[in-house]
Each structure stands twice: as C-alpha cells, then as structure tokens.
T-cell receptor
C-alpha cells in the first residue's frame, strides 16, 4: 500500500518568514495530494490540494508543488502569521479525489514565533 | 447545513464493552470514511464506503465493523473494546474533497 513520509515533525519560524513542509510518497499510481491544517482540538480542514497533472498550485500565501518523478510534494507558506500555527498533514490517494480514502503523513507542528 | 456530524463527542468504555459511533452528513456525498488519530501517527483509515450498502477495509480495520444502511449515515462499531482502541475518531465524507466531522474522543480503560 501507499506510504507517505512527512518532514519535519516540528518547524519553528519567525513571523513574516516562509515555511516549507515536505512529503514523499511511495505509490507511483497516486494522483491526488491534499494538505490539511488542524488546530488543537479541532477537525482537519483542507487548505489546498493538487492533482498529478499539475506541477504547482497557489492560493494567496499558500502554494503546493509536485514532483512526480521524485515522488515528492511540498507545502509553502509565505509571510507567516500567528494564525498559521497548527499541525499540517499531507496526504496521498490513487483514486482521484480520494474516493478510496487518503494515506496521511504523520504531521508537522508549525510554530510561528512573534 | 450541518455538514458532517458525529455522535457522541466523548466516551469512556471499559475493556470488553461495545459501542457504536454514528456519523451523519447532509451533503448527499457518496463516499464516507472512518479514521483514527493517535499522537504522532497522523490519521489512519479504518473503513470506508463508496456508496449506500457498500463497505471496504482500510489500513487498520481489525477490531472494528461498519455499516452504511442509509446514504447519509456511516456507523462504526467496536464489539469488544480494547485499550489499544483509545483514540480520536474522525468521520469524513467526500464527493471530491474530504470534509471531516468534529471527532469523537474514546478512552478504553
């Protein structure tokens, strides 16, 4: 089955700086890669996703890049703000929008230092 | 439009007891899922359903059963709870993007 590795497990950055979280996946058939943000005690919420026919996608301060050859994808957050502090999870699926479920990485705790 | 709801929010069970977690969605989604979340482990798929009357095993199905008798509901059952099933359980539904419920925190003593 699919295996998703996520790094780093903890990331501390100064407010205003950029943050990058990286994930690798094992199944070359995977074609859908969402990123979720989870605040303490809350449910995971989708912040951005990318499909395998696209190399990069942006939404305001958030961007995701995908390298299918290397089987890795990354989340980039620019101009970080205190409200960006949370745990971020990457995930992968080989069923388009994740119909057969998602395989998640173990998460990155992002800390924004004032 | 409540989205995805879960019942109950919290529960404490003794080893060997049984219980059912209920997930309901009002978005008319075909696909529904049960995940468990443990510290440092991310979310792991327990079972899922691609439509009313269908279920399938995920990554960690042992000790759990599920049923999808109605399109809007997905039930997760624990027949004989074990301490290893102490976790936070999240339900999700999808018609493309997965939407998660608020979670159920289960403790088995």
């Amino acid at each position: 089955g699919e295996n998703v590795e996520q790094h780093p497990s903890t990331l501390s950055v100064q407010e205003g700086d950029s943050a990058v979280i990286k994930c690798t996946y094992s199944d070359s058939a995977s074609n859908y890669f969402p990123w979720y943000k989870q605040e303490l005690g809350k449910r995971p919420q989708l912040i951005i996703d990318i499909r395998s026919n696209v190399g990069e996608k942006k939404d305001q301060r958030i961007a995701v890049t995908l390298n299918k050859t290397a089987k890795h994808f990354s989340l980039h957050i620019t101009e970080t703000q205190p409200e960006d502090s949370a745990v971020y999870f990457c995930a992968a699926s080989d069923s388009g929008g994740g119909a057969d479920g998602l395989t998640f990485g173990k998460g990155t705790h992002l800390i924004i230092q004032p | 439009n409540a989205g995805v709801t879960q019942t109950p929010k919290f529960r404490v069970l003794k080893t060997g007891q049984s219980m059912t977690l209920l997930c309901a969605q009002d978005m008319n989604h075909e696909y529904m899922y049960w995940y468990r979340q443990d510290p440092g482990m991310g979310l792991r798929l327990i079972h899922y359903s691609v439509g009313e009357g269908t279920t399938a095993k995920g990554e960690v199905p042992d000790g759990y059963n599920v049923s999808r008798l109605k399109k809007q509901n997905f039930l997760l059952g624990l027949e004989s709870a074990a301490p290893s099933q102490t976790s936070v359980y999240f339900c999700a539904s999808s018609q493309g993007e997965q939407y998660f419920g608020p979670g159920t925190r289960l403790t088995v003593t």
